[in-house]
């Protein structure tokens, strides 16, 4: 009697694995191509198994803008005001956080809003010397033709002339509603979101670790809601 074919042992499983892998990979490309975090996915995750002990999730900075002793102003001389866990800059103004964070993070705040004037920033990697400073910034810039922006400053503070990637929002966009901004910076690379959705990457290796922190320039005044870094 002819017996049944077999298969080798084990190859079941390989077979499943590599199915499993092939599905993750397609689920991963789809998804970034939308305005769903896997991060966030991945902490979910992390947290419904309780394994917030091992700091895979845990905030680095968890700022709520009680006080702003934490902070420091390494440049102008900006109005600071703080009410509800809010806090608003006027003027022209760099306050850095004074926790220095990993190299590769995700800078969050939950609720920025442009009352008036040309734009806020989400500065990354900063490093400060005196009252010079440098690193690098997102910002939300109506005043320079009304951009998203990437930019990095010299060692002096100033701004390389040329951003190094920008791009224009979309036209509903409303500059003076209040909006979740979010910076990852991960080796070289950078990434921003508005609202859940990125808008703008850019690549730099001039600067690979440094301080986070809050930028106001010209005559703006802008509030601030709850500034999270996580690993």
Known sequence: MKQPHRRPAGQGSVEFILIIGLISIVAVLL??????????LFCQIVESFNMQSKGLCAAVVKEEFASLENWTNVWGSPSLNLSNGKLCMGKDGRLLNKTKPPDDCHITVDKAQLNSGSGYGIMFRMTQS???????????DPGLNKRFVFRRYDRNGSELSTPLSSVAPPNNFNWNAPHKVEVVAV???????????????????TYSSGQAGLRTWDSTEACFDNFTITP
């Open 31 to 40: 998804l970034s191509q939308t305005s769903f975090s896997v991060s966030n």
């Open 130 to 140: 005196g009252n010079n400073y440098a690193g690098y910034t997102f910002q939300v």
């Open 187 to 205: 080796g070289t690379k950078f990434q921003a979101y508005m609202d859940g959705v990125l808008v703008l990457t850019a690549s730099d290796s």
